[in-house]
């Protein structure tokens, strides 16, 4: 029986409106219960950094978490989330050990460090292009307008796509998350995925085949070039990137701006001291994660702080909580700028670790930098609503209205 309601009736996944600030309740979980099993959702929660920090990268426990998405669609969407199946299972996100290891390698071609770099330039134009529309209003949905576009533009130019076409893979963008996101699963969000997958697979090959005939540097070229992979294997992966490097990178650019904007002491010293946006953008991922929660399958049986997780349970493992570990961070309720450069869970560990952590921290700094530069006097917009989204496994503002005074800042 639990001794206390947030460990029962009260747990912090199974209220919303906890959703709003959980940090609280996962300080209480993390120190009294910290491996801990929740009947309702039939699953392991898993708080403290070390234990999190090490099953991230424990191969007894399994990335493979697929299936349940297809069980856990209706009865009548799911013959069509099935003809998804062959491209979800292409994902280097659900694979294990040498599987996991030949895609992903094959897909890092595409992703060097020196791509990145490349892409720095069209960040910064897709980011004065975005303010220069919203300049002479004086005022911007800063997530929106945007920290929501802005990654998709990157996103639009890594893979080659064409200005024109942006919108439609923003469109698929929001129905993968949708369906991902979003449960439980509707008939609604199923047939939105399995359309849009349809489309975007179709999409995809044809961009191959088009970067493969062209040659080139950018991500699809190279990854034609290498040719280590199928085109299934190709189209499936861009589907994942998309999933996993759109609204991630919304809600670290929206998180950021919130927290600086709401903290003036620590905004004062980003404005004195612009070299100091990396931190910001590290502090950020640090104290608000855009992805809470990382979910694993026990391949065998497996003991975690004196509890017994059995082969075939899931395991949730909370970057959240972790990341707040008094054990690992001084006073790790406060957002510090001045914080020693951190090892913080928010891109994840080990093999998995975020493939796209290095472009990701290359948005969000020239996200801030230049909204921060081009808008002096930048702060909250009284007269507008923050909205936010907040999920089990995803936190970030949906609308964030700022607005700044004072002459418009040069290009
Ligand atoms: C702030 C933004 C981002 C955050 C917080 C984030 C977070 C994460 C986390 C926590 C993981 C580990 C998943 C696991 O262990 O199961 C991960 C993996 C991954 N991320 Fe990101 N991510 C971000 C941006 C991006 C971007 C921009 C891309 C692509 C361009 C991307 C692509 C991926 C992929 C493909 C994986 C799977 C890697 C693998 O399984 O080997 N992410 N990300």
């Given at each position: ?8 009736d009260?747990?912090?996944l199974a ?16 120190e009294h219960?910290p ?23 424990d191969?007894r426990?399994s ?12 009865a ?11 491209y ?28 990145v ?23 911007l ?7 929501f ?23 698929w ?24 997958g ?39 992966n861009?589907?994942?990137?998309l ?6 990178v ?8 919130w ?26 991922l ?16 497996v ?14 493992l ?23 450069a ?8 080990g ?10 921290r ?15 006097g ?13 999920n ?10 700022v ?9």
């Amino acid at each position: 029986m639990p001794t206390d309601p947030r460990e029962g009736d009260e747990f912090v996944l199974a209220v919303p409106a906890k959703l709003d600030d959980p940090f609280p309740d996962l300080a209480y979980l993390r120190e009294h219960r910290p491996v801990f099993f929740y009947p309702p959702l039939n699953s392991w929660f898993v708080f403290p950094y070390d234990p999190v920090h090490d099953l991230l990268q424990d191969p007894r426990l399994s990335s493979d978490r697929m299936r349940g998405f297809v069980d856990a669609a209706p009865a009548d969407a799911r013959p069509g989330v099935r003809t998804m199946v062959p491209y979800l299972e292409t994902w280097m996100l659900m694979k294990d050990g040498a599987d996991h290891a030949r895609v992903r390698g094959h897909l890092q071609k595409g992703l060097t460090p020196a791509v990145v770099k490349r892409l720095a330039g069209p960040i910064r134009a897709a980011a004065d292009a975005l303010l220069d529309a919203a300049m002479p209003r004086g005022r911007l949905d800063a997530a929106g307008e945007y920290a929501f576009l802005l990654p998709a533009y990157v996103l639009s130019d890594l893979f080659g796509v064409p200005p024109a076409d942006r919108p439609r893979l923003i469109a698929w963008s929001l129905a993968f998350v949708g369906f991902f996101n979003v449960l439980p699963i509707t008939t609604q969000t199923a047939g939105d995925f399995v359309r849009s997958g349809t489309e975007m697979v179709a999409y995809a090959r044809d961009l191959l085949a088009n970067r493969r005939a062209a040659g080139g540097g950018d991500f699809l070229a190279a990854v034609a070039a290498d040719g280590g992979l199928t085109d299934d294997e190709v189209a499936g992966n861009v589907m994942l990137l998309l999933l996993a490097g759109h609204l991630a990178v919304r809600n670290l650019v929206g998180n950021a701006l919130w927290l600086l904007l709401t903290r003036p002491d620590q905004f004062a010293r980003v404005k004195a001291d612009p070299g100091l946006i990396p931190a910001a953008v590290e502090e950020t991922l640090r104290f608000e994660p855009p992805v809470t929660l990382i979910p694993r399958v026990a391949l065998e049986d497996v003991t975690v702080g004196g509890q017994s997780i059995k082969a075939g349970q899931v395991v949730q493992l909370s970057l959240a909580a972790a990341n707040r570990d008094p054990a690992h961070f001084p006073d790790p309720d406060r957002f510090d700028l001045g914080r020693a450069a951190g090892h913080h869970l928010s891109f994840g560990a080990g093999v998995h670790g975020c493939f796209g952590a290095a472009l990701a921290r290359e948005v969000a700094t020239i996200a801030l930098e230049t909204l921060i530069r081009r808008a002096p006097g930048l702060r909250l917009d009284p007269a507008g609503k923050i909205a936010w989204y907040r999920n089990a496994a995803n936190r970030g503002p949906s609308v964030l209205p700022v607005t700044w005074g004072g002459a418009p800042g040069p290009g």
